[in-house]
């Protein structure tokens, strides 16, 4: 055995990890101690014993002092004033124009719950066009480029950086590099990996999952701070003379693309820090809500608060913390300078307590029946705290928020067929607002219905590319007074075609 890796594992009061050593080929041999490369002795054991301990961590319920969002921090898609949500578009559409903003994707998860061997991105929920998340996104970003040069006279690019991790990162550049990158230009797609953690039993020490390997997960969706220092990411974005950064999460169907509204409003009120939240579905909806706790802004899970604080409600009947947090995120490049510099080390680590296989005594592989080990992770989140100026932006479920977390099975939410539903949903109400009406197998007018009925699919089935409109605009001219089938398919090809018949 190499004598630095014993002595790293010493070091780092994980002598086990090397139990079956002598039973490894050569090659194991190499994958096992480079899994631990990355990773210093003394953060090795600081982890290990954190996570030991963590499941026996108390987390207080703190009812007293949170505090709601104050009005001035606050923007809404609904409630502010039309002047003012145009104003913040045109400010959006001009840091566009001026190639200061970019998007991140957070792309490292391993998706357990959905349960397929792929990343969550190369995912297809059904949709007519047989479209992946990944290319949604990516025809997205394509669009609002193609809107903001329209409107400024100028070519601009939304650089697209994407956190995988190592389970993600192969086959999504496979999967990119075979969709010749959904029409975007290679170089201004940057991926990057963030890093591994050994997941631990209850006693701190290393789980191995094979005789030759450590189960290692990914830091959580909070590793983005030290993936963005380890690849040199921020470098990058000043070279490219980025200001601004749209973070979102990969699951979410209705994602809108480097927001110019949402990233105007942040800019004007010159914020540093900024999230997107939808009102809670219901009081006890399990998501973190956004707000303020001893007047530090943060993200309170479900899990912390009391029955008595989650039901709270203002005198006008709405939720007191109504703020449910999506993953949704602006941040300018200098405030995760001062995060990565200064901040990260401060970032606190969540405890996920889950089954992980692993290897007994024999070496033979055991499935456990009940939690074994905890696996422990930063939230993207968890950095409000150290803004110097934070706002809140809230929207609208029904236009922006559907996760896909969970498969198709009975009893389940945000599924493939609730993110399927929910974008055809979101396309069918802009095809009817834009004048179109659609027909039944008789060539009856089928009577218009502009909200979700529960789970239904609707009356109705439209879908419409990205490349021809990301937010309901500019369908007038292809749809006003016309008539069609269901299923409608909205693409570039499809409206050229339209244009030509008017
Ligand atoms: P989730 O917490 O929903 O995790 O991630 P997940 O990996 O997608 O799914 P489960 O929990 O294993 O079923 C929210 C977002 O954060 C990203 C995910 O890719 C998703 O976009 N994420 C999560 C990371 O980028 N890295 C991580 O370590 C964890």
Redesign the pocket.
């Known amino acids: 055995m190499p004598r630095p890796l014993a002595e790293f594992l010493a070091e780092a009061g994980q002598p086990e990890v090397l139990r079956f050593w002598e039973q490894l080929s050569s090659a194991e041999q190499r994958l096992l101690a480079g899994s631990l490369e990355a990773l210093e002795p003394a953060e090795l054991r600081a982890h290990c014993e954190e996570a030991g301990r963590a499941r026996h961590r108390h987390t207080a319920s703190r009812p007293g002092r949170m505090e709601p969002l104050p009005p001035e921090a606050t923007g809404s898609s609904t409630r502010s004033p039309s002047e003012s949500l145009r104003s913040w578009r045109e400010r959006g559409f001009h840091a566009i124009s001026q190639n200061q903003v970019a998007v991140l994707l ?9 349960g397929v061997p792929y990343p ?1 991105g190369m995912y297809d929920v059904g949709l007519p066009s047989g479209k992946t998340l990944y290319q949604i996104q990516a025809e997205r970003i394509g669009k609002v480029q193609q809107l903001a040069e329209e409107k400024l006279g100028k070519q601009c690019t939304i650089p697209w950086y994407i ?1 995988t ?1 190592e389970f993600t990162l192969e086959p999504t550049e496979k999967f990119f590099t075979q969709n010749n990158y959904f029409g975007l230009l290679k170089s201004n797609i940057i991926m990057f990996e ?1 890093q591994m953690l050994p997941a631990v039993d209850f006693s701190g020490k290393i789980i191995l999952e094979q005789k030759g390997k450590i189960a290692m997960a ?4 909070g ?1 983005l701070y030290r993936a963005l220092t380890n690849n040199k990411i921020l470098e990058d974005m000043d070279r490219r003379g980025i200001r601004f950064v749209h973070v979102y ?3 979410n169907i209705l994602v809108k693309m480097a927001d110019p509204v949402f990233i105007g409003f942040c800019v004007e009120k010159g914020a540093d820090c900024g999230a997107k939240v939808v009102e809670k579905a219901y009081p006890t909806e399990p998501v973190g809500v956004v707000c303020r706790v001893d007047g530090i802004y943060q993200v309170v899970e479900y899990s912390e608060v009391s029955q008595e604080t989650v039901e709270q409600r203002n005198a006008d009947g709405q939720l007191t913390f109504n703020a449910g947090n999506i ?1 949704n995120h602006f941040f300018t490049v200098e405030f995760l300078k001062s995060v990565t510099e200064e901040f990260e080390p401060q970032l606190k680590l969540h405890v996920a307590v889950k089954k992980i296989p692993h290897v007994d005594e024999k070496g033979n592989v055991v499935k456990p029946e009940t939690p074994n080990g905890i696996k422990m ?1 930063k939230f993207v989140f968890d950095v409000f705290q150290f803004s110097k100026k934070f706002v809140v932006f809230e929207v609208l479920r029904e236009d922006e928020f559907s996760p896909l ?1 969970n498969a198709d099975k009975a009893g389940s939410k945000d599924t493939p067929t609730s993110a399927r539903q929910a974008l055809l949903w979101q396309h069918y109400r802009w095809a009817v607002q834009a004048g179109a009406h659609f027909l039944d197998q008789r060539n009856n007018r089928i009577p218009p219905l502009n909200q979700c009925q529960g789970t239904e699919e609707p009356p109705a089935v439209c879908e419409i590319s990205p490349l021809v409109s990301c937010e309901g605009e500019g369908l007038e001219k292809y749809l006003r007074d016309q008539e069609f089938h269901s299923p409608l398919l909205l693409t570039e090809k499809t409206v050229a075609a339209l244009g030509q018949g008017q």
């Open positions: 957070l792309a490292g998860g391993q998706g357990t719950r959905l969550k956190m991790s963030q990914p830091d959580g969706n590793g999460c990969v699951d993953c992770e977390k």
